[in-house]
């Protein structure tokens, strides 16, 4: 796009550091007790520590899905986990 303005910036990525991206439909759940979640709330799971035998998505996911009312989701759940060693 011709008329749009871009920024380019670079960073240093420590060994063991990880890069999360991820859709909106990832924390925009609404929860069993019938709350809408913000980036907050999925930002809090992202912090919790792995669990053995399930990769970093698939915890994310069973972790959204267990809260969320239904148990199915209404939008999307895209989400890359990079992990750099």
């Excluded at 240093?12 to 925009?28: H, I, N, Q």
């Excluded at 999925?42 to 919790?48: L, P």
């Amino acid at each position: 796009m011709p008329a749009m303005e871009f920024r380019q910036a670079s960073v240093e990525v420590p060994p063991g550091a990880s890069f999360y991206l991820f859709s909106d439909g990832v924390y925009e759940i609404i929860d069993k007790d019938g709350l809408q979640w913000a980036i907050e709330d999925f930002v809090e799971i992202m912090r919790k520590p792995p669990v053995d035998g399930l990769s970093e998505p698939q915890r994310l996911f069973q972790t959204v899905c267990a809260s969320a009312q239904p148990s199915t989701l209404d939008d999307d759940f895209s989400l890359v986990v990079v992990n750099f060693d």
